[in-house]
């Protein structure tokens, strides 16, 4: 059965670091762009950062650029997304979710994971 696995999610003061892990238990994540959504309460849900499947070219909202850093570890099927200098506004649920094309919008893909949540706060 396909699914995405995320876990990295918790609590943490402003300025902060957490990194977020997506597994794949059953299939290989290199074919795959893999995304980074999240959604707070009471908003949409968000495009936050992406992986190409192909040579592993990256995108990120303008909101966590220079802040996080989204990353492939093919041995590992693992995407990861490094998320440093946190602040309340980061506070969501994060799903990654595997696509075909490099994007950030969500309707480009069709497997999500069931979201970690991400509380920053002092």
């Known amino acids: 059965q396909l699914q995405l696995v995320e876990s990295g999610g918790g609590s943490v003061q402003p300025g902060g670091s957490l990194r977020l892990s997506c597994a794949a238990p059953?299939?290989?994540?290199?074919?795959?762009?893999i995304g980074w959504f999240r959604q707070a309460p009471g908003k949409e849900r968000e495009g936050v950062s992406c992986i190409s499947g192909l040579d592993s070219s990256t995108s990120y909202a303008d909101s966590v650029k220079g802040r996080f850093t989204i990353s492939r570890d093919t041995a590992k099927n693992t995407v990861y997304l490094q998320m440093t200098s946190l602040n309340a506004e980061d506070t969501a649920v994060y799903y990654c979710?595997?696509?075909?094309?490099?994007?950030?919008?969500?309707?480009?893909?069709?497997?999500w994971g069931q979201g970690t949540q991400v509380a920053v706060s002092s």
């Open positions: 059953g299939f290989t994540l290199d074919a795959y762009a």
């Open positions: 979710a595997a696509g075909p094309i490099l994007s950030l919008m969500s309707g480009d893909f069709g497997l």
